[in-house]
């Protein structure tokens, strides 16, 4: 009777371990693919830009990774090439910040326009609805749109 005792902690022992071994296994392929859906992250944020000097910028260090491989001549020189545009960057648009400027003076008065044009239009279709109201009165009265968000 003893040794169907003894023999059978030590098969609940060697489950156990069994099992906590599959729980290692399976912390680890966690692990593993946060890891690797962290580093997929970072490469699409890499490879994704709002203007172009930030392009120039991702591209100098996308190319400075790869001049340690094979070609590595051809992405060193694409790296400085990078850096030389992106000096030269800042100095065309140095000589056109006037006119950048008043383009963008532009671009926010039309956008303006469509925003008062749109409370204007909610008002009048929805005169009896003070849910549409509210919305049409802080159209008209908050520029940012982030301000819009803020009540």
């Known amino acids: 009777m003893r040794n ?7 098969a609940q022992v ?3 371990r069994l099992e906590k071994e599959r729980h290692r296994i399976e912390a680890e392929r966690q692990r593993q693919r946060r890891e690797s859906e962290a ?3 970072r490469e699409m944020q890499l490879r ?7 392009a120039l910028r991702r591209q100098v260090v996308l190319m400075e990774r790869e001049a340690r491989g094979d070609d590595a001549d051809y992405f060193a020189q694409g790296a400085l090439a990078c850096r030389a ?30 925003r008062l044009a749109v409370a204007d239009d909610l008002a009048a279709e929805h005169r009896d609805l003070v849910g549409w109201l509210w919305i049409a009165r802080r159209l008209r009265a908050i ?7 803020a009540w």
């Open 14 to 16: 060697a489950q156990y």
């Open 39 to 41: 580093r997929v992250a």
């Open 48 to 54: 994704s830009a709002s203007s172009w000097p930030e």
């Open 143 to 149: 520029s940012d749109p982030q301000q819009f968000l």
């Open 85 to 114: 545009a992106l000096v030269r960057w800042e100095a065309q648009t140095a000589l056109r910040m006037t006119e950048l400027v008043e383009l963008q003076a532009r671009i926010a008065a039309i956008q303006d326009d469509i």
């Open 4 to 10: 169907h005792y003894v023999g059978g902690l030590e």
